[in-house]
């Protein structure tokens, strides 16, 4: 009693020390701000997420296709920290924080409990928590969901494991650890689409640590006992409920991949290149595990590998799983490591690519579980051969452990913000359009606009990839680029970036808009005008644009361009649209009669915006339509 009582104290000592380095190394994240990488589009700028839990919210979060997902759960807990936080981004980082903690303490308990190996139990919880790979799941509130979904990945293992403890007793409870499981995979699948690989996890922990692989002669599933194996085929039938809500989660995923065109098309990856990406990128990750520098966000579609770098790469992990399966009797963590690792990351391994990036750091968040496996079970089992190998093994983990708290350390402070984000990975990457674009917005926002104009053109100058090609981060940097040449007044190249984009992407509104105004400022008039046309076109309902094109074409000096009939059109549509009661909309209306020869009209609404002017204080636009009043009812127009 007294050594169980011991090993309990122990345990939750282990538990507890590894909950604090933990939070220890990473509570400087509560202090970071948001990045301009997908958490605008999760948070900053989404109002859905940003009212707070409500049944509307709720709704939309199982509804929509938003950000090209389909994870509720993700919405939800980020609904939820808008509640309890606003857009502190302090909060946000600080609930990642301890979703990684618990998800820290949940693996040492789960190994623990599953194989009573409490230190390499703790090791495996200690590689997983400290590793830098990981920085990019609990640093980035945009992949809450990689913390959120690891959260209920590890309570659907543990659940698990006492669903078939409960079993092997033939205790009535093991139906509620099954239903149990059940939940927290469906709640893991709400989470991210990535947990659908977690049925086949299952089966791996089937054949250890669990040992209900079939034996030589093994019983049916009816007259199984503690000490006999289960057939395969009931092992796989006893999983057909988890096998069903991944295949609906996989659906749900497409659609909702689909809808947002984030899948890249096959002729832009063919398979051939989308196998050969896939084969280098296994080996890439464990070398990163191994050797974890240059650490980006994105790695960009960079290179065209070459058959010998596929072959190559293919060859490894095929002598790897043999290796692994070799060892199979006497080692089976091996191969339960290995396969938990190369399964978990088919998913995102590029065979359906979706998105910018060839991989990811944040991929990594579950597949590594089973790599430090291998390791942390490994190390004893060779350790006999060396004089005194508490020490020398001890000595050596220690050591590891102390670097990848350092390096995580480290890597953690890129995340401050995007300009330490994206200076970070433009310097360890190549031709990342990305990045430069992402930069350059960084830095227009914190008003160092040449620096920013900087980034943006390095960003045109890359050639784009065949999976960039299909996206805007180029097109953006156009856009941007040419709003900053607009604000310092230089036209010529104002107009040559922004008649690029609306070339690229004509479908956009505010870029008609600038370039009109750019090209009137070039004295390209008809041009100018033509464009403020194309943008009412493009949304009639938008007041300022049908209020900007009424207004040219009531006061434009030169006749030629001036219409007055379609200037009085739109002009009543701001009013119908806003309720006349907005000063300088009035006063297009005012203006617009005039040009039509409508004086009586004019001199009524010129005389409405005074008095509409007067009243909110606006002194200066009253004296103008005191101004254009005069000029009505000498029976002329007001030109500019």
């Known amino acids: 009693m007294s050594g169980n009582a011991t090993n309990l104290r122990v345990k939750i000592g282990c538990a507890v020390l590894l909950a604090l380095i933990t939070a220890g190394v990473y509570w400087p994240v509560t202090g970071f701000d948001f990045t301009n990488y997908d958490d605008p589009d999760y948070i900053i700028y989404n109002p859905m997420v940003q009212h707070g839990i409500t049944g509307q919210s709720v709704a939309w979060a199982f509804t929509t296709d ?53 230190w390499r139990s703790a090791l495996v919880a200690a590689l997983f928590a ?29 659940a698990y494991g006492k669903y078939v403890i ?21 709640l893991a699948l709400l989470s991210k689409p990535m947990a659908v690989t977690l049925p086949c996890v299952l089966l791996l922990m089937d054949y250890w640590p669990l040992e209900r692989c079939p034996k030589p002669k093994a019983q049916s599933p009816k007259s199984e006992t503690g000490n006999a194996g289960v057939s395969w085929g009931w092992l796989v039938a006893e999983k057909i409920p988890f096998f069903v809500l991944a295949g609906a989660e996989c659906v749900a995923t497409v659609w909702a991949q689909k809808a947002a065109n984030s899948v890249v098309a096959a002729a832009a990856l063919p398979m051939p290149y989308r196998i050969a990406n896939a084969l280098v990128s296994y080996v890439l990750y464990l070398w990163k595990t191994v050797w974890p520098t240059d650490l980006a966000v994105p790695y960009p579609f960079s290179h065209d590998w070459t058959f010998a770098q596929a072959a190559g790469a293919g060859a490894l992990l095929a002598l790897i799983s043999a290796g692994v399966l070799w060892r199979r009797k006497t080692e089976p963590f091996l191969a339960v490591g290995w396969f938990w690792f190369i399964g978990t990351l088919v998913p995102v391994i590029g065979l359906v690519q979706v998105g910018l990036q060839f991989m990811a750091d944040r991929y990594t968040y579950i597949p590594l579980m089973g ?35 350092m390096v995580t350390w480290v890597q953690l402070f890129y995340w401050q913000n995007s300009v330490t984000l994206f200076t970070h990975t433009a310097a360890v990457t190549e031709n990342n359009i990305l990045a430069e674009y992402n930069l350059g917005e960084a830095l227009a926002r914190a ?33 941007n680029l040419g709003l900053i040449y607009r604000s310092e007044g230089k036209w010529p190249e104002a107009a040559e970036q922004l008649e690029a984009y609306v070339h690229e992407d004509p479908n956009q509104q505010s870029a008609h808009v600038a ?9 390209r008039t008809a041009e100018g005008i033509q464009e403020d046309r194309e943008a009412v076109r493009l949304n009639p309902n938008d007041v300022e644009s049908l209020n900007r094109l009424a207004w040219l074409l009531a006061t434009l000096p030169d006749a030629k361009f001036r219409d ?20 300088r909309y009035l006063a297009t209306l005012d203006a617009a009669y005039a040009e039509a020869g409508r004086f009586t009209d004019a001199i009524a609404a010129a005389q409405k915006t005074r008095e509409t002017a007067q009243a909110q204080g606006q002194n200066d636009l009253a004296a103008a339509a005191e101004t254009r009043l005069k000029l009505y009812e000498a029976g002329k127009a007001y030109h500019e």
Not at 87 to 114: I, Q, W
């Open 66 to 118: 938003h950000s090209s997902n389909w994870h509720p759960l993700t919405w939800i807990s980020h609904t939820l920290d808008c509640d309890l936080y606003g857009l502190k981004p302090g909060g946000h980082h600080l609930t990642s924080l301890l979703f990684h903690v618990a998800n820290t303490v949940l693996l040492f308990l789960l190994l623990e409990g599953l194989t009573g190996a409490m």
């Open 130 to 158: 400290w590793h830098p790979l990981h920085v990019e799941s609990v640093a980035w509130v945009s992949e809450r969901k990689d913390v959120l979904c690891a959260f209920f990945w590890l309570l659907t293992l543990m």
């Open 166 to 186: 409960k079993s092997k007793i033939q205790s009535p409870k093991s139906k509620i650890w099954y239903v149990a499981a059940l939940l927290f995979f469906a």
């Open 371 to 405: 790599v430090f496996i291998m390791v942390a079970w490994s190390i004893p089992a060779r350790w006999a051969v060396w004089p005194r190998p508490g020490l020398v093994f001890g000595t050596v983990i220690g050591a590891v452990l102390v670097v990848l708290l």
């Open 447 to 479: 008003d160092a606009e040449d620096a920013a104009v900087t980034h943006y053109l390095k960003a045109l100058a890359i050639r784009p990839n065949r999976v960039e090609a299909q996206y805007n981060s180029q097109t953006q940097a156009r856009f």
């Open 515 to 523: 370039l009109g105004s750019v090209l009137l400022a070039m004295g």
């Open 564 to 583: 007055g009939a379609e200037a009085v059109k739109l002009a009543e549509r701001v009013r119908d649209l806003t309720g006349g009661g907005v000063t």
